[in-house]
T-cell receptor, first 114, second 119 residues
Framework: KQEVTQIPAALSVPEGENLVLNCSFT??????LQWFRQDPGKGLTSLLL?????REQTSGRLNASLDKSSGRSTLYIAASQPGDSATYLC?????????????FGGGTRVLVKP | EPEVTQTPSHQVTQMGQEVILRCVPI?????FYWYRQILGQKVEFLVS????????KSEIFDDQFSVERPDGSNFTLKIRSTKLEDSAMYFC?????????????????FGPGTRLTVL
């Protein structure tokens, strides 16, 4: 059974510092991995999707890497801003999942202090 | 930009009552999903739906749950007899027309959620 873990559960940084968020998964037979942002009491906003054949994906200040063999992904957020404060979730889809089921990590709650 | 919408935003019901949660997926998407998040816990998959049938469901999705696409735009989740433990945020999601059954998925786009409170 696929398990997805995100450590740390919470992170606090001063504005301007780069953020490094970690995600690990137990079954490396993934089809893709998605990073989401969740604001309190709100839905999930998709940030980046990395296909299993990719090593990296970038969007603006965000960069996500994927090392499938070691079961890890890292989300980098450059030059953090107070508006980046949110919970960041990673989720994977297994190749054998006929229904495209996403399995989520528990998230990392980020606070960027002005 | 197209988005997934959900109604209502908050539903309060008595234990044992039936509830229907409604979703309008992105219009040209073909895969539809329901997930839930109990307060303080991980987001959990409930069910995926493609070509008018369930393609995968979790162990949570028992006989009390059902999904339907009653017309060309809505996708609903029905809970027949709600329990206290059904209290959660329920998210609908949809994914792109490039997603083909058995070969994986494209980006899943989530709605804002319906907060279900069972008293």
């Amino acid at each position: 059974k696929q398990e997805v873990t995100q450590i740390p559960a919470a992170l606090s940084v001063p504005e301007g510092e780069n953020l490094v968020l970690n995600c690990s998964f137990t079954d490396s037979a993934i089809y893709n991995l998605q990073w989401f942002r969740q604001d309190p009491g709100k839905g999930l906003t998709s940030l980046l999707l990395i296909q299993s054949s990719q090593r990296e994906q970038t969007s603006g200040r965000l960069n996500a890497s994927l090392d499938k063999s070691s079961g890890r992904s890292t989300l980098y957020i450059a030059a953090s801003q107070p508006g980046d404060s949110a919970t960041y979730l990673c989720a994977v889809t297994l190749i054998k999942a006929a229904g495209n089921k996403l399995t989520f990590g528990g998230g990392t709650r980020v606070l960027v202090k002005p | 930009e197209p988005e997934v919408t959900q109604t209502p935003s908050h539903q309060v019901t008595q234990m044992g009552q039936e509830v229907i949660l409604r979703c309008v997926p992105i219009s040209n998407h073909l895969y539809f999903y329901w997930y839930r998040q109990i307060l303080g816990q991980k987001v959990e998959f409930l069910v995926s739906f493609y070509n008018n049938e369930i393609s995968e469901k979790s162990e949570i999705f028992d006989d009390q749950f059902s999904v339907e696409r009653p017309d060309g735009s809505n996708f609903t989740l029905k809970i027949r007899s709600t329990k206290l433990e059904d209290s959660a945020m329920y998210f609908c999601a949809s994914s792109s027309p490039l997603a083909i059954a058995g070969t994986g998925t494209d980006t899943q786009y989530f709605g804002p959620g319906t907060r279900l409170t069972v008293l």
